[in-house]
């Protein structure tokens, strides 16, 4: 709490800091423990997380950076929260975000932006700039974010700290604010592999109250990131992606990339290059699909039930219709309104089979390349982001330039396949690189062991 009071000023990566809620929360659990109660000891017990503000957290207000909801305050726990109570991980606050999780440098927020801590005057990528800022700032030592085209892991290549899309369904998205629900997925930061294992058992799981939940038992995480720090890479095939490789991207986050490639070679992996035709085409489809998604989803913004609510000024009719407009108009920002626009436009009678139906073959398309690739190699690797952390303000006016960095993070939310971003060295611009590991489908543990290895 100390260092949040310290680097806070300058960051701004907390939207709110919940230390009366954290001091009773502990205190709680050592009561527990000291009765007896808790039975053998979580291995995370009293190690506190940050909270990427698109999970709701019982009596913390809950606002995914939008003025919309803003003053709302959860009457219940996500199901992930739950778990960290009961694990004995006190909650320190909610972290910044693109407003709704939109975005890839948190300038989105409607609440101003986070700073980079490794150079204020850049992001630190999106949309969860904040859980990952406050861990690269080392104001907390873990935070959760959630991933539904990079938003966990861009941020985390942009500011030197590991992050985590878990395979979709691993993790419950009970008590996730949706954005695009059959992209979404809740996941780990933090500043080491083995942290993100121990971290991601704690979270994982089945949970009934989640229809897309998967019934099965977390993988052997920590096992494999154990496994993966004695450095043996012997009999383990890497697919180097090829469409995710080469243009466009930094020098010297190619450079970084290549000596990762090379130190996996060391460690004894055999690195064969595999062939996604389909992935060129993953950024279009997302961004027809994940609007189409969010359209439906932020719907339930009416003022009706959450948080603001704006009355027509006189004169003007003062119907629930009417309403609705001025709430929206003044609660939703602008890139929020773009997708709104775009989804509905995807949706429309008369276009829906042109546009959401063709994005929708993609997708399977982009799936059958993944099988093709899981069929040569164990785990697929790429450079997490085209380029280090931006300056403010460089892509807002220039929305394609924006979404263009999700380019190779986007594939695996497509195809739900489990993907985490660890940090690989230094560009020549000082600025932290990421690299990327794709593992199968539920199979956390395959990506875990070389992301593990790499960083030891
Ligand atoms: N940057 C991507 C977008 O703007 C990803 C967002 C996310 O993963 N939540 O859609």
Not at 118 to 127: A, E, I, L, N, Q
Not at 220 to 244: F, N, P, T
Not at 384 to 408: H, Q, V, W
Not at 445 to 454: E, I, Q, W
Request: proline share 7%; aromatic share 8%.
């Amino acid at each position: 709490l100390n260092v949040i009071d310290a680097a806070e000023p300058g960051l701004h990566a907390f939207l709110k800091v919940s230390a009366d809620e954290a001091r009773a929360q502990a205190d709680e659990f050592d009561k527990k423990n000291i009765a007896g109660e808790v039975g053998s000891l979580p291995e995370l017990a009293g190690v506190p997380i940050a909270i990427k503000d698109m999970i709701v957290t019982k009596g913390i207000e809950t606002t995914a950076a939008s003025k919309i909801l803003e003053g709302w305050v959860p009457p219940y726990d996500a199901t992930v929260i739950e778990k960290l109570k009961a694990a004995g991980m006190p909650i320190l606050g909610k972290t910044n975000l693109d407003e709704f999780a939109q975005g890839s440098s948190t300038e989105h927020s409607a609440f101003g932006p986070t700073r980079n801590p490794w150079d204020t005057s850049r992001v630190p990528g999106g949309s969860g700039g904040g859980s990952a800022a406050a861990v690269a700032a080392f104001e907390a030592p873990l935070a959760l974010g959630t991933d539904t085209g990079g938003s966990i892991r861009q941020p985390g290549a942009l500011t030197g700290t590991v992050g985590v899309k878990p395979t979709y369904g691993g993790v419950s998205r009970f008590g996730a604010i949706a954005m695009a629900s059959s992209l979404d997925q809740i996941g780990p930061v933090s500043r080491s592999v083995l942290d993100a294992a121990l971290l991601q058992e704690v979270i994982g799981g089945h949970d009934v109250r989640d229809s897309t939940s998967i019934p099965m038992e977390v993988p052997a995480l920590s096992k494999a990131a154990r496994e993966g720090m004695r450095r043996d890479l012997k009999g383990l095939k890497v697919g180097l992606i090829k469409q995710l490789g080469g243009d466009g991207y930094q020098p010297g986050v190619k450079q970084r990339f290549n000596e990762g490639v090379k130190l996996l070679q060391d460690m004894g992996a055999e690195v064969v290059e595999v062939d996604c035709p389909h992935f060129d085409y993953a950024l279009a489809a997302y961004y027809i699909i994940m609007p189409s998604e969010v359209s439906s989803n932020l719907a339930r913004y009416d003022g009706m039930r959450y948080g603001l609510r704006v009355m027509p000024p006189e004169g003007v009719p003062q119907t629930a219709a009417n309403m609705m407009a001025y709430t929206r108009e003044a609660g939703f920002g602008d890139e929020v309104k773009r997708r709104i626009i775009l989804g509905i436009y995807a949706l429309s009678a008369g276009y829906y089979d042109a546009w959401y139906g063709k994005a929708q073959q993609v997708r399977t398309l982009i799936i059958h390349d993944f099988e093709q690739a899981f069929e040569k190699a164990d785990v697929l690797i790429s450079p997490t982001s085209p380029s280090t952390a931006f300056r403010f303000g460089e892509k807002m006016d220039d929305p394609l330039s924006m979404y263009m960095n999700d380019i190779a993070t986007i594939p695996a939310n497509m195809a739900g396949t489990p993907a985490m971003s660890i940090p690989a060295g230094l560009s020549d611009d000082g600025l932290p690189v990421g690299f990327q590991f794709i593992g199968p489908q539920k199979r956390d543990d395959v990506m875990y062991k070389p992301a593990a290895a790499l960083e030891a």
